[in-house]
């Protein structure tokens, strides 16, 4: 079963910065298949960042230049730096990786932006 948990969500004023992570509790996960989505109130869930290879990544519009999605293969874990944050980045935010073309969920961590 693969299980992802996520941390390092909180309350934050704007213009702060948050660095979320997110580890396997057991083995299994595709790092280079993996990345983060959030989900505001009454919002669809849409996409911040992942990485497309090993190499490669990629970034929703709103957050570029602004967040840092990066990994530690040693410790298998996926990190998403998020720098100058704004009120609209308040969501719950997801990690995920893909294993055999499914995608699998942490429980998410909730992120507040508010003065």
């Known amino acids: 079963q693969v299980q992802l948990v996520e941390s390092g969500g909180g309350l934050v004023q704007p213009g702060g910065s948050l660095r979320l992570s997110c580890a396997p509790s057991?083995?299994?996960?595709?790092?280079?298949?993996s990345g983060w989505y959030r989900q505001a109130p009454g919002k669809q869930r849409e996409l911040v960042a992942r990485?497309?290879?090993?190499?490669?990544?990629d970034y929703a519009n709103p957050v570029k230049g602004r967040f840092t999605i990066s990994r530690d293969n040693a410790k298998n874990t996926v990190y998403l730096q998020m720098n100058s944050l704004k009120p609209e980045d308040t969501a719950v935010y997801y990690c995920?990786?893909?294993?055999?073309?499914?995608?699998?969920w942490g429980k998410g961590t909730l992120v507040t932006v508010s003065s």
């Open positions: 995920y990786t893909k294993i055999l073309g499914i995608n699998y």
């Open positions: 057991g083995n299994i996960f595709d790092i280079n298949a």
């Open positions: 990485f497309t290879s090993s190499s490669s990544t």
